[in-house]
C-alpha cells in the first residue's frame, strides 16, 4: 500500500470528474478516503479535523467550497471570508494530501433543482433561525460524499446539530461513510475557533468568550443538581446579557441525538447545551454535551 | 475477471449491510454492477431491463422492494401485489445474479426523515396528480444506489418522468452511476406492460389499448404537420374518451428533458407525449418520444 503521505504539496484538484475518477481510483486500489468537508479560511480547528483524516485513512480530502445553498438571501455568502491560497498552506501542515476546490457554477448549475433534507431535526434550534441553512448543508454534504467517495468524513461538534443532521442523513440514506465527530477546539480564553471570528471588533473579541462560560456555568450547575433547564437557561442568559455588546439569539437544553428540547434532566440523559448570539454584528454559536 | 453469469440460482439478498458488503466487495475486484430497481411482480418489461443490465455489466442485481414512500394515502400500497417467488424466478430467466429484497422497517426505521426531492419537474405531469410520489422514488433510488453501489442503473421508459427525474437527481447530487432508459415493452395489442394491468376486468383490458392508439394517433398527426399541441390533445382525448371504461387524468405534450409543458412543436424539438388514464378503477400511464 502506498501512503500519500509523505507529499509536501497537496494535490489541488477543481474538476468534479476529476475528483471522482482520483476518488475511485484510489478506492479500487485499496487504499481509505478520509474527507474534512470545510467552507474554507480555516484554522486551527478545521486542521484538527484534517489530522483526524490523516490518522485514520491513507488519503485526506480537504474540500474548501463556501456553498450558496446554505446561507439565506441577506447572510454573509457574499462577504464570507476567502483566503484559498492560505487554506492551502493550512490544510497542507495539517496532513491533507488533496484539497478540492471546485466552483460554485460546477456544484450548482443554471437548471439545478435537487435537495436533500432532513425533516425533523432540522427545524428547530439554528433551523428555526436559518429555515433553509440545514437543507443547503445536507444538500452539499451528499453531493461531497459522491464525488470524494470518503471511507471516513469528519465534522467538527462546534456546528453540533449539523454533525447531527449529518449522521442522521447518511444513516437514512444509507451512504456507506463512517461520520466521525471532532472536539471543538478553542482560545485560551475558551472562545471556540470561527472563521467568522475574524469579524469581531476588539471588544466584541473582549466579550465573546462569554459564550463558553455561560456553557461552564451551565455544566457547574448541572453538576451541583441542577434538573430545570429554565433555571440553567436564564443563569446563562444573565450572564451573558452583562456584557453590552452581546444579544441572545436562543440557549437550548436539548436531547443530544435528537434534538428535542428537555423541560427537566433526567439521570442518563445525554444533553446538549447549545447558543446562538449576536456579538455586534457577528453571530457566534458554541454548545457542550453532558451527560447527566 | 470472473464472471457469474453461469449461476442457475440468484444469490437473495435482504439486508442492507449485506446488500452493501457485496457491492463493495465486486466493486473491489473490479467487477462492474448494474442494478433494476423495481417494485416487483415483475413482467417481461422488467426482464428486458435486467437483461440490458446484465449485458453491461458482470454483476446484475434486482432490487424488489415496494416502497411505501412513493404511494400516498389511499393509492395502493397494501394491495400492489406482491410475489416475491415468481419475481425470484423471472428475474433469474432474464439472467440477474442477485435479487436484492429488502424489508421496509429495515428501509425506513420508526425515526427515518430524509427525503431527496427533485424541485421543478416533479411538480408537473404525474407529480401533479401524485405530489408526494417522486419524493418517494428519488429518496429510495438514491437509497438502492447507495446499497448496491452500481456503475449503471437501468430504468425503463415507461415511467417517462421517473425517469427524466433520476437522471436529474443524479446529475445535481454528483451520483457516480449511468443511467441508463430501455423502451417500453407491448403487448401484441399495444398495451404498454404494467405490474397494475392485472386490476383489468376484461372489459377494460380490451379498452386499454387505447391509450397506444392514442399515441400512434398522435404521432401521425405531427408527421402530418400538426405542430399545436391543443389539436394533437384534443384528437387524442376523443379517441380515448369513445372507450367507455377510461376517464382522462391528463394528456400532456412537454419538452422530452425539462418536461416544460409546449402549446406549439418547433423543428427539432424532442417531445415527450404522455398520458394517464383511468381505466375502470386501475389508473394506467403511457408515454411516446418524438423528434419534430
Known amino acids: 500500500m502506498v501512503r500519500l503521505k509523505t507529499m509536501t504539496r497537496a494535490r489541488i484538484i477543481s474538476s468534479l470528474d476529476e475528483m471522482q475518477q482520483v476518488a475511485e481510483e484510489v478506492r479500487l486500489s485499496g487504499r481509505r478516503i478520509g474527507v474534512v468537508p470545510t467552507m474554507g479560511f480555516l484554522h486551527a480547528g478545521h486542521q484538527s479535523l484534517i489530522r483526524v483524516a490523516r490518522d485514520r ?3 485526506a480530502i480537504t474540500t474548501v467550497f463556501v456553498n450558496p445553498a446554505q446561507f439565506a438571501p441577506g447572510e454573509d455568502y457574499e462577504k464570507y471570508p476567502r483566503d484559498f491560497e492560505r487554506d492551502r498552506i493550512l490544510a497542507e501542515e495539517a496532513g491533507t494530501d488533496v484539497v478540492f476546490h471546485p466552483e460554485a457554477q460546477q456544484m450548482y448549475p443554471h437548471d439545478y433543482q435537487t435537495f436533500v433534507e432532513v425533516a425533523t431535526m432540522t427545524k428547530v434550534l439554528e433551523g428555526k433561525s ?14 461531497l ?5 470518503p471511507h471516513v468524513a469528519v465534522f467538527g461538534q462546534k ?10 442523513m447518511v444513516r437514512d440514506l444509507n451512504l456507506d461513510v463512517e461520520i466521525i465527530v471532532a472536539p471543538i477546539v478553542r482560545e485560551r480564553d475558551g472562545l471556540a475557533l470561527s472563521s467568522r471570528n475574524i469579524y469581531l471588533l476588539p471588544h466584541e473579541r473582549n466579550d465573546a468568550p462569554v459564550l463558553y462560560e455561560s456553557l ?13 433547564s429554565k433555571n440553567l437557561i436564564s443563569a446563562m442568559s444573565s450572564l451573558i446579557e452583562w456584557k453590552k455588546s452581546t444579544a441572545i439569539d436562543y440557549i437550548s437544553i436539548a436531547d443530544a441525538e435528537r434534538l ?23 453571530r457566534l454559536i458554541d454548545n457542550s454535551i453532558y451527560t447527566v
Open 57 to 59: 485513512t491513507d488519503l
Open 130 to 143: 436559518r429555515p433553509t441553512h440545514f437543507r443547503g448543508v445536507t444538500t452539499v454534504v451528499t453531493k
Open 145 to 149: 460524499l459522491h464525488l470524494t467517495k
Open 159 to 168: 456546528d453540533a446539530q449539523q454533525a447531527v443532521a449529518v449522521k442522521q
Open 216 to 228: 461552564q456555568l451551565a455544566e457547574r450547575m448541572i453538576e451541583a443538581g441542577e434538573r430545570n
Open 260 to 282: 428535542e428540547e428537555l423541560d427537566t434532566l433526567r439521570p442518563g440523559n445525554k444533553v446538549l447545551v447549545s447558543l446562538a448570539v449576536m456579538v455586534g454584528k457577528t
